[in-house]
């Protein structure tokens, strides 16, 4: 997994209420096991029109918001079904960090495992946020994990919370698997006294 330690890029304006993990990726896209490939297929209902163009109302088609890094949305992203999908295709898009005052349980959780960032702020502090991101001038924020900052472009600076062990795990670049294979000389030794205790399993 991609480490997490700074980001700085433009940040996308998603003013919209519960943006379930179906518009971010819609269920006929979800046949593959792959994490990579989906990101043309992200919120593919939004940004094409039924005979596959790009919709130029669309924020993500917009050429200021083409790069996007970060998006700052509206209240409950990522509700609807569990699907893992969802932040693969966010991440193969390039966004490494979605800013919201809500998220669902699951999808919340699945970032922290594919190395995307959710920040929880207050509404004012959103709202602040999307008029910074919804300014095409200049739609550029800066995160710093380790400080646990956004810095605005007026230069004023918001202050987030994140559990330290899914902080630590960013910056180690760490999902399951990583922490697991951490434990490898542990799990070695034991595998190796279960054999010589217990032969016969």
Same mark, same amino acid.
């Given at each position: 997994m991609q480490k997490f330690? /700074?980001?700085?890029?433009?940040?996308?304006?998603?003013?919209?209420?519960n943006i379930d993990t179906d518009m971010i990726i819609p269920k006929q896209f979800l046949?593959?096991?792959?994490?990579?490939?989906? +990101?043309?297929?992200?919120?593919? !209902?939004?940004?094409?029109?039924d005979s596959g163009a790009e919709r130029p109302d669309f924020v993500l088609n917009k050429p200021e918001?083409?790069? *996007?890094?970060?998006?700052?949305?509206?209240?409950?992203? +990522?509700?609807?079904s569990s699907r893992e999908h969802a932040p693969w295709a966010l991440l193969d898009y390039g966004i490494r960090?979605?800013?919201?005052?809500s998220f669902a349980d699951i999808f919340f959780n699945n970032c922290f495992k594919n190395g995307i960032l959710p920040i929880k702020?207050?509404?004012?502090?959103?709202?602040?946020?999307? *008029?910074?991101a919804a300014d095409a001038e200049n739609p550029e924020l800066s995160v710093d994990?380790?400080?646990?900052?956004?810095?605005?472009?007026?230069?004023?600076t918001i202050s987030f919370d994140i559990e330290p062990f899914? /902080?630590?795990?960013?910056?180690?670049?760490?999902d399951d698997? +990583?922490?697991?294979?951490? /434990? +490898?000389?542990?799990?070695?030794?034991? !595998?190796?006294?279960?054999?010589?205790?217990?032969?016969?399993?």
């Open positions: 330690d /700074k980001l700085s890029g433009i940040a996308a304006p998603m003013d919209i209420l046949k593959t096991i792959k994490r990579s490939g989906l +990101g043309v297929n992200l919120f593919h !209902e939004m940004r094409y029109d918001y083409k790069q *996007a890094k970060i998006l700052v949305a509206g209240d409950n992203f +990522g509700c609807g960090c979605v800013i919201s005052t702020v207050t509404p004012e502090q959103r709202d602040a946020l999307m *008029a910074d994990l380790v400080s646990q900052t956004i810095s605005r472009p007026n230069g004023a899914r /902080k630590q795990c960013l910056l180690d670049g760490l698997i +990583g922490l697991t294979l951490e /434990k +490898g000389g542990e799990i070695e030794t034991f !595998e190796a006294s279960r054999d010589n205790e217990r032969p016969w399993l």
